[in-house]
C-alpha cells in the first residue's frame, strides 16, 4: 500500500497485538556481549563509560539476610530483572543486589499493551513475569552465569588489579507470589529448588559457552542462584494467607523471607492526608478497594511477630520491604486499565512514612528494604537510614536507562567521604553525629534518628511535590515514521530489554518503479520516489519487546518506536508466530543472506549473493532479479501464472534494511552472523 510514494509498512497494526518475549540463547548472548565489546566497548548498548567502576575510598558492603553484597544497590522486580540481559546491564551499571522479577504458577499472563506510563510520576498495569516459569528459570541461571564470566574477563583478570572478588559480591533474591495455593504447587516447589541448586542448568549452559569464552570454560559457577524470598502477594490478600505462604517458605523450603508491603497500610486518613495534603497529589485517586481489602498495620505488625519466631527456630530471617505500588484510579488515556499502580515520587513519601512507622514498632535492627521513587538525588539518603537493599525500578525507565545507576553509588560515595565516612556504619552513625561509634545503642539511635529527620526533610522537600512532578516528556506534534527521525536517540535507553537498537545506512534518493510481469515478460513504470536523508537508523527487535510502551512515551513525536520503526525477529518460528504484525526476519550466510518481510499481508524475500552482487527480490507470484549495486532490474519472471504487479518501494526498503544490517560498525542480536563470519 502506498501513499505520497511511501510505503506504510505497519498496515497491519490496527489488529490486535501480540507481545512475546523470546528469551536469546546462551551462547548466542554471550558472543554479543564478546564482539560488541571489542567493536564499540558496549554490551547490550551500555558503554562502558557507562559501567560503574568502585570508589578506593569507601566500602559500599552491605549484609542482607547474612550474605555480603559490594553494595545496597539494585533493581526491584520488575522490567528490569525479567531476561538475561536486563539482569546483566543492571549488574554493568552498578546493582549489587537484584531482586528478580516476580513468578507465580499462571505464567501465561495476558496485559494490556502499552503497560508502562513514566510521563510524570509512574503509573503501570504490568504485575509478573511474562515468561513460563522454565524460562524464567533459565534466564536468571543464564543471567548468574554470565555475571560470573564478566567478573573474570572484564574486572578480575591479570590486566586489571583494580578488584577483589568481594568487590563484586553479587545477590539474587527471588521473588514469588501471589497466593498460597499457587506457591504450595508441584511447579512453584520445584521450580524454587531449582533455583537453591541449579546444577544440572548449568552444566547444560557450560557445554554452550563459545569458544571466545573458551578460557573460562571449566569456571566455577554457584549452584545456589538464591536462599531469599520477597513475596509479593495480591492486592487485598489476608494476613492469615500471607503468614502461611511465609511459614511454608521458611519452614518448608527453607528460606529467608521479605514480606512486601501495600501502602494501605497506613490508613486512609494518613496516606490520603500525606498524598493530597503535604504532597499536593489531589488528582490521584486512590482505588477504595484498596482501604477495603488490604492488610491492615496491626494486623501486618502481629503477622511478623509470630513469622519472627517461625524463622528463628529454622536459623533464618524475616524483614519486610516497603514496598508495593500504590492501587489508584486510572484517568489517563494511554494505560487501558481502570486500575493502574503508581510509583514514582510521592510513593517515596508513603514508603518513607511506612518505615518510620515500623522503626517505632520494631526498632532499628529489623531488617527493611526499600523501594519508591528512588533516584541518585536521594539514594544516599536511603542508605543513611540503614535500609538494605534500596532499590529502584521508576527512575532506570526514564531517559539514559541503566546508565543513571552509577551515579547514585558515586553520590554515596561523596556524601560518605563529606561525613568523614568509609563505611556505611561509619555514614550511618556519622549522617546523626554521634560520638560514640563502638556502641549499637548509638547506633540504634542514629538509625532511628535519621530516619524522622529523612521523613520530615521528604516531607518539605520541593521534589516530592505535585508541582514539580507534572512536567511530561516534549511532543514536537510529527508523527513517526518507518525511516529518519530526529535522532534523539532517547528510545534506546529507555528500554529495560534493549529491544530497540541503531543501524547505519547510506542516504539516498531515486526513482521508484511499479513493475508488472506477466507470460509475456515484464515492464516497469516510474512511480513515485524512495528517500532516506538520515545515516542512523532506529530498529526493534521483537523477541526482545513487550511493547510495554515507555518508548513511546519519551519519544518527542507520536506513533511509538516499538511499532513504527522496523521490526526483526530474531527466528523464521519467530517471525511467523507473529503474523499480525509487518516485521523481518534475517538469515545470515556466508555465501547467501535472506532477507524475509512482511508488509501488512503482503511478504517477500529478498536473497543476496555476495559473489555476483545481485539480488533476488521475490513475492509467492512473482521473482525480480536486480543489479545490488545499481538497483538496476535484470530480469523478472512468473512464480505462478497470470499477471502481477510488484511496487518496488517494498525492494528498496528491504534492500536498504539488508545492506544496513550487514554493516558491522554496529553489533545486535540481528546482524551477529555478520560478525562471526
Known sequence: MEEDGEVIIDEAICIKRMAKLIPIPFDRQLRRIFYEYQTTNSVFELSAR??????????????????????????????????????????????????????????????????????????????????????????????????ELLKQWMFLSDSSKSYQPKQLDTIFDLSVGYDLAGIQSAQIRKWLHSMRDASSLIEEYRQQIPAEFSAYKDLYFNPEIGDSITLSTFHGTKAEEIESICEFLISELDFNVVIKMNPPM????????????????????????????????????????SLQVTAGKRGRVVGVKFG?????????????????????????????????????????????????????????????????????????????????LPQYLQNL????????????????????????????????????????????????????????????????????????????????????????????????????????????????????????EEVEQLANFADACNECGNCDVFCPEDGGPYIEKPRFFGSLDSFNYH?????????????????????????????????????????????????????????????NSGNVVIDMQYYYAMSTLMKGMLNTRHVNFVNLEAHLS
Open 413 to 532: 560515595g561523596l556524601k560518605m567521604k563529606a561525613a568523614s565516612s568509609t563505611t556505611i556504619r561509619e555514614f550511618i552513625l556519622n549522617s546523626n553525629q554521634l560520638n560514640d561509634r563502638n556502641q549499637d545503642a548509638d547506633f540504634e539511635g542514629a538509625v532511628m534518628a535519621n530516619t524522622a529527620n529523612l521523613l520530615k526533610k521528604s516531607i518539605n522537600n520541593p521534589r516530592y511535590q505535585y508541582a514539580n512532578n507534572q512536567k511530561a516528556p516534549r511532543k514536537i506534534g510529527s508523527h513517526l515514521v518507518f525511516w529518519d527521525c530526529l535522532d534523539c536517540d532517547k528510545c534506546l535507553p529507555v528500554c529495560p530489554n534493549d529491544a530497540n537498537f541503531a543501524f547505519d545506512v547510506e542516504p539516498v534518493e531515486h526513482e521508484s518503479f511499479i513493475v508488472e510481469v506477466t507470460e509475456n515478460g515484464w515492464s516497469a513504470t516510474e512511480a513515485g520516489n524512495f528517500k532516506i
Open 50 to 147: 557507562d559501567f560503574y567502576r568502585r570508589s578506593h575510598e569507601c566500602d559500599l558492603s552491605v549484609k542482607f539476610l547474612g550474605k555480603n553484597a559490594a553494595n545496597p544497590v539494585g533493581p526491584a522486580a520488575g522490567p528490569h530483572t525479567q531476561l538475561a540481559q536486563n539482569i546483566v546491564l543492571s549488574w554493568l551499571a552498578g546493582s549489587r543486589i537484584l531482586e528478580l522479577k516476580t513468578v507465580q504458577i499462571n505464567d501465561h499472563v495476558e496485559l494490556t499493551r502499552p503497560c508502562i506510563d513514566m510521563a510524570t510520576v509512574g503509573y503501570n498495569t504490568e504485575w509478573s513475569q511474562e515468561l513460563s516459569l522454565d524460562e524464567s528459570l533459565r534466564e536468571y541461571v543464564k543471567a548468574s552465569m554470565i555475571i
Open 266 to 305: 497506613l490508613g486512609k486518613e494518613k496516606l490520603e492526608y500525606l498524598l493530597h495534603d503535604q504532597l499536593g497529589y489531589t488528582d490521584i485517586e486512590v482505588n477504595e478497594a484498596a482501604y477495603e481489602t488490604s492488610i491492615t498495620y496491626d494486623d501486618a505488625v502481629e503477622m511478623v511477630r
Open 324 to 404: 508495593n505500588t500504590l492501587e489508584v484510579i486510572n484517568k489517563g488515556n494511554f494505560l487501558k486499565d481502570k486500575v493502574a499502580y503508581m510509583s514514582g515520587q510521592p510513593l517515596h513519601v508513603l514508603h518513607l512514612q511506612l518505615v518510620h512507622d515500623w522503626r517505632k514498632t520494631f526498632g532499628a535492627s529489623f531488617p527493611i528494604s526499600f523501594s519508591a521513587g528512588v533516584d541518585a538525588n536521594n539514594f544516599a539518603d536511603c542508605v543513611s537510614i540503614g535500609l538494605v537493599p534500596v532499590t529502584t525500578c521508576t527512575d532506570l525507565l526514564r531517559p539514559r536507562g541503566y546508565a543513571r
Open 579 to 639: 503474523k499480525n504484525l509487518s516485521g523481518f526476519y534475517l538469515d545470515i550466510k556466508k555465501n547467501s543472506s535472506t532477507l524475509t518481510g512482511r508488509f501488512g499481508e503482503r511478504e517477500f524475500k529478498l536473497s543476496w549473493n555476495p559473489v555476483a552482487d545481485t539480488y533476488a527480490f521475490s513475492s509467492d507470484a512473482a521473482a525480480i532479479e536486480t543489479d545490488a549495486r545499481t538497483h538496476k532490474i535484470r530480469n523478472a519472471s512468473l512464480i
